[in-house]
């Protein structure tokens, strides 16, 4: 049985993820769901940044993933927020009735 | 047992992905992302990552996900309407993703030679590890995340607030 695996098999994961994520970003007309695709897209690039860290035995790369996660944190309250002043406002999560930035 | 593991949790990975495109309801979407989500933190701790394997199952897949299905079910969000969609972003989207992609894989299979391999017996990196470099080399990001997470607070509870905006 095989036991090491190229790090590019890892990164070409991270890659598909990403693509998906843009995919899901282009074609989902729920708010929420686009949303949701960016989360995915920012997962895809902490798991290229922790495959580099194990490469080059870095530390860093692994606290620059800790960091994207408690940015993400961040960005998701107030992405969600934003989200419920929006259906408040227009009753509608839909894309392309959110198109006109005022009332 | 590496290859299984990673054949599995990528299948995972991907299904997921690929389901959370094709639901049409954002619950059904928030759970498949959570399965991505768990399928990464045991990515990562084959990558010896056993900090973040944590981080990323509390933080991503429990408080994420948590305030997500939160709100799609406070907002009681109903199935996705079939609208005619954007056709500019699906015209200029699709053949732009998969020059992403061309790019992207391009770049690995290239650099292919140049990168090692992952090994189930690499050294893991411990949290100890990982808190001396953030408490010493990086104390100063890792202090102003603190101030950019209390502003994210005040700014979600000032937007979602009742006369929000105004």
Known sequence: MMNAIPSSWYLILSALLFTLGVVGFLIKRSLITVFMSIELMLNAVNLSFVTFAHEWHQVKGQIFVFFVMMVAAAEAAVGLAIIIAIFRARATLNVDQIDLMKL | ?166
């Open chain 2, 1 to 166: 047992m590496h290859l299984v593991l990673f054949l599995i949790f990528a299948a995972f990975c991907l299904a997921g992905a690929i389901n959370l495109l094709l639901q049409t309801h954002p619950i059904n979407s928030a759970l498949s992302l959570i399965v991505v989500m768990s399928s990464l933190a045991v990515l990562y701790l084959l990558l010896g990552a056993e900090f973040l394997a944590a981080a990323q199952i509390i933080v991503y897949a429990g408080a994420i996900m948590v305030l997500f299905t939160f709100v799609v079910m406070l907002l009681n969000v109903g199935v996705e309407e079939k609208t005619h969609g954007s056709k500019v972003a699906k015209a200029v989207g699709f053949p732009a993703v998969v020059v992403i992609l061309g790019v992207i894989s391009t770049v690995l299979l290239q650099a292919e030679k140049h990168l090692g391999v992952v090994n189930l017996s690499d050294k893991i990196t411990t949290t100890q590890e990982l808190s001396r470099t953030l408490f010493t080399d990086l104390l100063l990001p890792f202090e102003l995340t603190s101030v950019l997470i209390l502003i994210a607070i005040l700014g979600a509870v000032a937007l979602a607030r009742k006369d929000g905006g105004q």
